[in-house]
């Protein structure tokens, strides 16, 4: 009989009457325990026994709070009466769930930001999302959603099964609340509408990267007269680096890009972040270090306009050739909506050669890192083919150096020009190459004669000093030898 009534008891949904076993001290405490570790859906209770349903979808019988310690899967608490779906999801990409960090701007109460990753196992990527209280607040004011069974698929609750008050709505005194409010809020902990992201897009992700971090700054730049605002996203990694990203919109279009990439912690998962705007500063933690960097670091990360003009905080100095903190009057373009803004301010060198000289065109120093993914392309300007691309699948011409420089074997008439090397849509520097074939041909003047003489008298005169001073130093070595060869292997010398 006992269990016939339990099983009837289905019979009393939505009549304001429930219906609820005995469960000895040990077993209900492991029972809330349960449903505070495993969620609501995933336990429940039969002939005074507590059931689990754990991540594999295997059944648990348990009997203490310590039963569930031996029990796999995550703890998913639910704290609130109801929990919204939050999307995470980026173009063909897998859903990202686990929340890493979250994010509010100091005086801002209208967003806030947040970190999530993929699973560890498999694909893993992560994503930075922004969410207003506005769409959350609409998300609960939607729909409920329930499972009628373990086995059935997840629906929409019908308005005239929601009880009153409506669950999520402020009351005077919850103890007042009815039986059927109370049910209600335990087995319906999700909403059915899913809160996306701001501009229906994430601000940033990556695949092969473990965001741990985020913290958020807002810059705001008079750009002739006009107040444009941008968003800076620094986000740590689980590598100790710190991904710098800006995010700016434009006729109601949301765009970012990345800017830099600081390696600050090496090889320690960054724990903790703050930024300081009173110092101008950000501070980052692993466990074992703590390190400050300023905002605007121009000068010591930036040595071109390309990059310089994308950062915010900086400016380029047309006057100096030198990045430098924001100021009106500097070259900026964050948005990079003009393509040659910095073309007046690149380096252009002229360069002199001799036939079947060899040259080297350099293009970074040194290749950031934030920039390896973007392409790098060389053009040759002659006369003969006027502009073309310059490949580099003839090894015995061109050679692309590891810094993405450019290598001319041999030169001769046809390589004279101009040669501009250009990141994606941006000028880099540009090289003017003068071929001089006539000093390999026979002086045909005495005054010719004479200068190509003296040339190689200096430079032969260069050669015996050398010459002798190598000399000097291999007879010095020698000395060295023969005296150490006489010493005892323990004398102190």
Same mark, same amino acid.
């Given at each position: 009989?006992?269990?016939?009534?339990?099983?009837?008891?289905?019979?009393? #949904?939505?009549?304001?009457?429930?219906?609820?076993?005995?469960?000895? #001290?040990?077993?209900?405490?492991?029972?809330?325990?349960?449903?505070?570790?495993?969620?609501?859906?995933?336990?429940?209770?039969?002939?005074?026994?507590?059931?689990?349903?754990?991540?594999?979808?295997?059944?648990?019988?348990?009997?203490?709070?310590?039963?569930? &310690?031996?029990?796999?899967?995550? +703890?998913?608490?639910?704290?609130?009466?109801?929990?919204?779906?939050?999307?995470?999801?980026?173009?063909?990409?897998?859903?990202?769930?686990? #929340?890493? @960090?979250?994010? #509010?701007?100091?005086?801002?109460? @209208?967003?806030?930001?947040?970190?999530?990753?993929?699973?560890?196992?498999?694909?893993?990527?992560?994503?930075?999302?922004?969410?207003?209280?506005?769409?959350?607040?609409?998300?609960?004011?939607?729909?409920?959603?329930?499972?009628?069974?373990?086995?059935?698929?997840?629906?929409?609750?019908?308005?005239?099964?929601?009880?009153?008050?409506?669950?999520?709505?402020?009351?005077?005194?919850?103890?007042?609340?009815? &039986?059927?409010?109370?049910?209600?809020?335990?087995?319906?902990?999700?909403?059915? @509408?899913?809160?996306?992201?701001?501009?229906?897009?994430?601000?940033?992700?990556?695949?092969?990267?473990?965001?741990?971090?985020?913290?958020?700054?807002?810059?705001?730049? *008079?750009?002739?007269?006009?107040?444009?605002?941008?968003?800076?996203?620094?986000?740590?990694?689980?590598?100790?680096?710190?991904?710098?990203?800006?995010?700016?919109?434009?006729?109601?279009?949301?765009?970012?890009?990345?800017?830099?990439?600081?390696?600050?912690?090496?090889?320690?998962?960054?724990?903790?972040?703050?930024?300081?705007?009173?110092?101008?500063?950000?501070?980052?933690?692993?466990?074992?270090?703590?390190?400050?960097?300023?905002?605007?670091?121009?000068?010591?990360?930036? *040595?071109?306009?390309?990059?310089?003009?994308?950062?915010?905080?900086?400016?380029?100095?047309?006057?100096?050739?030198?990045?430098?903190?924001?100021?009106?009057?500097?070259?900026? *373009?964050?948005?990079?909506?003009?393509?040659?803004?910095?073309?007046?301010?690149? +380096?252009?060198?002229?360069?002199?050669?001799?036939?079947?000289?060899?040259?080297?065109?350099?293009?970074?120093?040194?290749?950031?890192?934030?920039?390896?993914?973007?392409?790098?392309?060389?053009?040759?300007?002659?006369?003969?083919?006027?502009?073309?691309?310059?490949?580099?699948?003839?090894?015995?011409?061109?050679?692309?150096?590891?810094?993405?420089?450019?290598?001319?074997?041999?030169?001769?008439?046809?390589?004279?020009?101009?040669?501009?090397?250009?990141?994606?849509?941006?000028?880099?520097?540009?090289?003017?190459?003068?071929?001089?074939?006539?000093?390999?041909?026979?002086?045909?003047?005495?005054?010719?004669?004479?200068?190509?003489?003296?040339?190689?008298?200096?430079?032969?005169?260069?050669?015996?000093?050398?010459?002798?001073?190598?000399?000097?130093?291999?007879?010095?070595?020698?000395?060295?030898?023969?005296?150490?060869?006489?010493?005892?292997?323990?004398?102190?010398?």
């Amino acid at each position: 009989m006992k269990s016939k009534i339990w099983h009837d008891k289905k019979g009393l #949904k939505n009549t304001g009457l429930t219906l609820s076993e005995f469960l000895t #001290k040990p077993r209900h405490d492991a029972f809330m325990a349960a449903r505070k570790k495993f969620g609501i859906n995933q336990c429940w209770t039969r002939d005074g026994c507590v059931y689990v349903l754990d991540s594999t979808g295997n059944r648990h019988k348990v009997f203490t709070v310590g039963d569930l &310690d031996a029990i796999p899967g995550e +703890s998913s608490p639910v704290s609130t009466p109801t929990e919204v779906t939050r999307q995470a999801v980026t173009p063909n990409e897998p859903r990202a769930r686990p #929340k890493q @960090s979250i994010y #509010k701007v100091p005086g801002d109460d @209208s967003r806030f930001y947040g970190v999530f990753t993929t699973a560890s196992t498999g694909l893993m990527g992560s994503a930075i999302c922004t969410f207003t209280i506005k769409d959350i607040q609409k998300a609960f004011e939607g729909k409920f959603k329930e499972q009628a069974t373990s086995s059935s698929a997840w629906l929409p609750v019908i308005s005239s099964k929601v009880p009153e008050p409506r669950p999520g709505t402020c009351v005077n005194d919850t103890s007042s609340l009815p &039986d059927t409010v109370l049910n209600f809020i335990r087995s319906h902990p999700l909403m059915d @509408s899913a809160v996306s992201h701001e501009h229906e897009k994430p601000i940033y992700y990556k695949r092969d990267l473990f965001f741990t971090r985020l913290v958020v700054d807002r810059v705001k730049v *008079d750009m002739m007269g006009h107040q444009l605002e941008y968003t800076v996203y620094y986000a740590g990694t689980n590598e100790g680096k710190i991904h710098k990203i800006v995010q700016w919109t434009r006729n109601g279009d949301s765009q970012s890009a990345l800017l830099d990439i600081f390696d600050v912690t090496p090889g320690e998962p960054i724990q903790a972040m703050a930024i300081s705007r009173t110092h101008g500063s950000l501070y980052a933690a692993s466990d074992r270090r703590v390190l400050q960097l300023r905002l605007a670091l121009c000068a010591r990360r930036y *040595d071109a306009c390309v990059r310089c003009a994308r950062d915010p905080y900086c400016g380029w100095d047309r006057d100096a050739g030198v990045c430098r903190e924001y100021i009106p009057g500097l070259i900026q *373009d964050v948005a990079n909506e003009t393509a040659d803004i910095c073309d007046s301010s690149i +380096s252009r060198k002229s360069v002199s050669a001799t036939w079947g000289q060899s040259l080297h065109l350099g293009s970074f120093v040194k290749m950031p890192e934030v920039l390896q993914p973007r392409a790098v392309t060389w053009f040759h300007y002659s006369r003969e083919k006027g502009r073309h691309l310059i490949t580099f699948n003839k090894p015995e011409k061109y050679i692309e150096t590891s810094e993405h420089g450019l290598l001319i074997i041999s030169v001769n008439e046809a390589d004279a020009g101009r040669y501009d090397c250009w990141l994606g849509g941006s000028l880099l520097c540009s090289y003017n190459i003068t071929v001089d074939t006539h000093r390999c041909s026979p002086p045909e003047k005495s005054n010719e004669y004479q200068k190509i003489y003296s040339n190689w008298c200096h430079e032969f005169e260069k050669y015996k000093t050398a010459m002798k001073t190598w000399e000097r130093k291999q007879e010095q070595c020698a000395r060295q030898n023969d005296s150490n060869q006489n010493t005892h292997p323990n004398e102190i010398v």
